[in-house]
């Protein structure tokens, strides 16, 4: 077994607050609804763009570049349905409608122009809080590849996910500390097409696939007029049937990958309010991979991927 090692410089620009599936959250729409007051829905619509830069770009540990430069762009927008009743137990609800981005300079997309162009998706879907910590969502997503050189696009998928938010468990007051773990889970159901296959071609069969994780959070203070939070997640993919073939014999295996990350995240204080709130991180996330996506990477168990970018919401 080798282990390749993929390096880049730490910077203090990045991207998502969630390492899942390598590069990116597992689903845009599963963070927590932003707590909004009165039986008003005020400023319904809001909408999140960012660019991120990555060394590398593994789905769900399953390898799609690791060479040349890694531009993700990314577009959200949330439409607040309703508000939630007090004491009724069910919080905001929220439409949502995203796309994100994966362009390529390496073998995946060296022809530049529109070629460069890996990877689109396209989702919607509805998120929900409820019992004032839990928050859940449903996701439908289209995974297309504009330049052609995926087997099967798109890859169509549907997606379901909770998460709870305990930061007033450790706290001596009840009140939201400091400090949290941000527990989750999800299930994606593969409706058309498979991810696999596109690195796998003893791939068969639409998959389903589970994540469990932790995200825990640590306010780190402040330094001048940016104030440094630190996200260590800890992720583990799972096959929870036909998700991870093996290239060679197209058996199923169980573990897709475990993720160790750190992110340091910060707003960024000189934009004029008017830009909207932005945030600038830095992350690094090591793959441990499980048997199935180690034949994927060409027999390497194990990658680091650093990365820089930015988002703001309007």
Request: net charge negative.
């Amino acid at each position: 077994m080798k282990y390749t090692i993929v390096l880049a410089s730490l910077s203090l620009l990045c991207t998502t607050p969630l390492l899942a599936q390598g590069n990116r959250k597992l689903l845009h729409s599963t963070e927590p609804s932003e707590p909004r007051s009165g039986t008003v829905v005020e400023d319904a619509v809001s909408v999140t763009w960012g660019l991120d830069f990555h060394t590398a770009y593994f789905f769900r540990g399953m390898r799609r570049e690791t060479q040349g430069a890694i531009a993700q762009p990314h577009l959200q927008m949330v439409y607040g349905l309703t508000e939630g009743e007090p004491d009724s137990g069910l919080g905001n609800v929220d439409l949502v409608l995203g796309m994100w981005n994966s362009i390529h300079d390496g073998p995946t997309g060296t022809r530049g122009g529109v070629q460069a162009w890996y990877e689109s998706d396209i989702y919607f879907g509805a998120a929900v809080s409820f019992l004032d910590n839990w928050s859940g969502s449903f996701t439908y997503s289209f995974l297309s590849n504009p330049n052609g050189s995926w087997p099967n696009s798109p890859v169509e998928e549907i997606a379901f996910a909770i998460a709870f938010d305990d930061r007033h468990l450790w706290s001596d007051d009840g009140e939201d500390g400091g400090f949290a773990l941000n527990p989750s889970a999800a299930l994606v159901i593969e409706r058309k097409n498979q991810a696999d296959f596109i690195v796998s071609p003893a791939a068969q069969e639409k998959g389903a696939y589970a994540q469990f994780g932790v995200a825990p959070q640590f306010d780190l203070g402040q330094t001048g007029d940016f104030d440094w939070t630190l996200t260590t997640p800890v992720n583990v993919g799972l096959s929870f049937g036909d998700y991870y073939e093996d290239p060679s014999s197209g058996g199923d295996k169980v573990l897709g990958f475990i993720e160790l990350g750190a992110e340091v995240s910060t707003p960024f204080p000189f934009m004029p309010s008017r830009f909207g709130n932005w945030e600038l991180t830095g992350s690094v996330s090591a793959l441990i991979l499980g048997d199935s996506t180690e034949t994927m990477n060409g027999g390497d168990a194990f990658e680091l991927i650093a990365g820089i970018g930015f988002k703001t919401t309007l």
